[in-house]
């Protein structure tokens, strides 16, 4: 481990004893080497659309310029590749604005089943158009807890999102919720909400790193479907606002189970 140690001597008439200051670099150093690989992914995300758009400018300047088949196609690519780079800096921002919350807890309460019920009307149409069976339980009713009705709801709807995009295949997207007398790692009672897809499932060997910043499975595959690869980490950071957990359960060719457990009351954690 390297590590700095400073000793900073007193002034003689307070010299009962000296001031160490130890700074372990090797942790600093690993803090700076994952800034270092986030500001190199953010920028590859970015390069990547816009190099198509500046090569289809190109295009639409010169061979395709009297083409307007071409100049159709071209410029519905160009939008995509625009929407791509919209969704990466809100996704960017969100990341950034709920980092910079972790720390404070969350002073409003949420009804649980009740947002759950709004986030589910609200991708309606999105179901819909994945074609899957949908089943809900224990969303009747209502259950207060302390939360960030916003930041909650994005929890819930990239959740969903997700079974979606990746289990759909499986014709199924399951919302549950539970409560739960007392969670051993929150030490108290919890309530427990369930997004289960029947799909693709995921390998065990990705799973501890899920969650992080641009980690995914299958890169084409997330930027096909129009994922920033920034879901999860927001969805991670957002719980342990809330001082909750969030546990993935998941066998590949079977699917997935993402389980968000939010304490019942703040007051213990
Ligand atoms: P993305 O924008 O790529 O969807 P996320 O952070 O939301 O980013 O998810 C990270 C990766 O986790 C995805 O790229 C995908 O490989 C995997 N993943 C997330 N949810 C599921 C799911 N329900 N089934 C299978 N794989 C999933």
């Known amino acids: 481990v390297a ?5 900073s001597p ?4 307070l010299a009962r004893g000296a001031m160490i200051v130890v700074l372990d670099q090797s942790v600093t ?3 700076e080497q994952v800034r270092r690989d986030f500001v190199a992914n953010v920028s590859h995300e970015l390069k990547t659309p816009l190099t198509a758009m500046i090569g289809f400018i190109d295009t639409l300047r010169g061979p395709a310029r009297d083409d307007a088949r071409a100049r159709d196609r071209f410029l519905d690519i ?3 590749e625009a929407g791509r780079m919209n969704r990466l800096v809100s996704d960017l921002l969100s990341l950034s604005r709920v980092q910079s919350e972790e720390r404070r807890r969350p ?3 949420v009804d649980l089943p009740m947002l759950l019920r709004g986030v589910l009307a609200t991708l309606a149409q999105a179901i ?6 949908v089943e809900t339980e224990g969303l009747d009713g209502s259950a207060r807890l302390p939360g960030d009705p916003d930041q909650l709801v994005q929890v819930f709807q990239n959740l969903i999102e997700n079974a979606l995009k990746y289990g759909r295949t499986g014709g199924y997207l399951g919302v549950g919720m539970r409560r739960i007398d007392h969670d051993p790692r929150l030490r108290g009672p919890a309530w427990a909400v369930d997004i289960s897809d029947r799909g693709e499932g995921i390998d065990e060997m990705h ?3 899920l969650t992080e910043r641009f980690y995914r499975v299958d890169t084409h595959r997330s930027r096909a479907q129009g994922g920033t690869g920034l879901g999860l980490a927001i969805v991670k950071h957002i719980v342990n606002r809330h001082r909750g957990r969030l546990k993935i359960d998941s066998v590949r060719g079977e699917g997935s189970r993402f389980t968000v457990i939010l304490p019942e009351s703040l007051t213990r954690t």
């Open 3 to 7: 590590a700095e140690i400073t000793v």
């Open 10 to 13: 007193l002034p003689p008439a």
């Open 29 to 31: 150093e690993e803090a």
């Open 78 to 80: 160009m939008e995509s």
């Open 107 to 109: 002073s409003s309460e």
């Open 128 to 133: 819909a158009a994945a074609d899957v069976r």
């Open 207 to 209: 799973l501890p790193r």
